[in-house]
């Protein structure tokens, strides 16, 4: 496609369950990136690929939280055991590169975590 | 620590005002670009500025850098109602963002 996209748009689970999120990057995006935004926050940063070097992991909250990204492509964001302070809009986001360039943003998915 | 901070947090404005909005940075860059978001959702990048510009515009977009103070502005002229958003910078090839600037224009 054109853009980045995500899926699903929203999501609500139980607590303690696991979520998986998508995220498929413009192709040929090399530069992959992951952020989380609560309610009437800034985006909080989670986790950054970039070809095929090692993840910058550091953002993640806890080691429920995890990413990966196959074929230098597709990523999923996967939360485990879910806690309701995990709720909020996790937005994906690729660049052609770490050079500093643009980073175009897909659309998000709303996580609601009951 | 975040490299891009914008303030004001909040600004409110009358539709046809003009809205500044700055953001600091703390060390060198080679560009820095501005983004607007509606509604929680998506990201939209408006402009990037290279280091070597001091002043860049885009329709009713216009975006200085200093480099020497390590801050740039947004300024919107003419603001309609459909620019409620938040606006948030990027310094360079940063990871974070800051926490943005709410614009809210009213009718």
């Known amino acids: 496609g054109a853009g980045v996209s995500q899926s699903p748009s929203n999501k609500v689970t139980e607590k303690g369950k696991d979520v998986e999120l998508r995220c498929d990057p413009i192709?040929?995006?090399?530069?992959l990136y992951w952020y989380r935004q609560s309610l009437g926050q800034g985006l909080e940063f989670l986790i950054y690929?970039?070809?095929?070097?090692?993840?910058?992991k550091s953002g993640l909250p806890s080691d429920r939280f995890s990413a990966e990204r196959t074929g230098g492509s597709v990523s999923t964001l996967t939360i485990q055991r879910t806690q309701q302070e995990d709720s909020a809009v996790y937005l994906c986001?690729?660049?052609?590169?770490?050079?500093?360039?643009?980073?175009?943003f897909g659309p998000g998915t709303r996580l609601l975590v009951l | 620590s975040q490299q891009g901070e914008e303030d004001p947090q909040a600004l409110s404005i009358q539709e046809g005002e003009n809205a500044t909005m700055n953001c600091s940075y703390k060390?060198?860059?080679?560009?820095l670009q501005w983004y607007r978001q509606n509604s929680g959702r998506g990201l939209v990048h408006l402009i990037l500025?290279?280091?070597?510009?001091r002043e860049k515009h885009s329709g009713r977009l216009r975006v200085t850098l200093d480099t020497s103070k390590k801050s740039s502005s947004l300024l919107i002229t003419a603001s309609r109602a459909a620019d409620t958003a938040s606006y948030f910078c990027?310094?360079?090839?940063?990871?974070?963002f800051g926490g943005g600037t709410r614009l809210m224009v009213k009718p």
């Open positions: 986001a690729s660049s052609a590169d770490r050079g500093g360039e643009t980073q175009y």
């Open positions: 500025i290279r280091s070597n510009e």
């Open positions: 060390t060198s860059i080679n560009n």
């Open positions: 990027r310094a360079g090839n940063m990871l974070t």
């Open positions: 690929f970039q070809g095929n070097s090692a993840p910058d």
């Open positions: 192709s040929g995006h090399t530069a």
